[in-house]
């Protein structure tokens, strides 16, 4: 019997997906809307971030395995690239994005959401 990603404690997992969809759109949102020339890098990468939580949202509620496990790879790879840079260059990034600093401004959720998920997904196998 095969049971969904997104099903049983995995729920918690959509949840905050979804809940990060909408934070982190809500964010660039404004951003782009309001002061997209002072740091358009930083507000493109907030919506990048957002759509792979939407995207990330919708596998795992349909449980799309293979499209979870690349939208998993795509945020662990911009948490990381990001949080480096942002450390290293900070001139570059004028005004925090959701993956700054390894996500500190979200209390480091960004960069230890894609490892519970890549957890979740091999437990699930």
């Known amino acids: 019997m095969t049971?969904?990603?997104?099903?049983?404690?995995?729920?918690?997992?959509?949840?905050?997906?979804?809940?990060?969809?909408?934070?982190?759109?809500?964010?660039a949102g404004v951003q782009i809307a309001l002061k997209f020339g002072e740091a358009?890098?930083?507000y493109s990468l907030s919506a990048f971030a957002a759509l792979v939580?939407?995207?990330?949202?919708v596998a795992l509620l349909r449980g799309a395995r293979r499209l979870a496990l690349v939208a998993l790879g795509i945020e662990l790879a911009g948490v990381l690239i990001v949080g480096t840079l942002s450390l290293l260059d900070p001139?570059?990034?004028p005004d925090a994005t959701v993956w700054s600093a390894y996500g500190r401004g979200y209390l480091?959720?960004?960069?230890?959401?894609?490892?519970?998920?890549?957890?979740?997904?091999?437990?699930?196998?």
């Open 91 to 93: 001139a570059a990034f």
């Open 108 to 125: 480091f959720i960004p960069l230890v959401l894609p490892l519970v998920g890549l957890y979740w997904l091999r437990r699930r196998r």
């Open 40 to 42: 358009p890098l930083a």
């Open 3 to 27: 049971t969904s990603i997104g099903a049983g404690p995995g729920r918690a997992l959509v949840a905050v997906y979804g809940l990060f969809s909408l934070a982190a759109g809500a964010r």
């Open 53 to 57: 939580y939407i995207l990330l949202t």
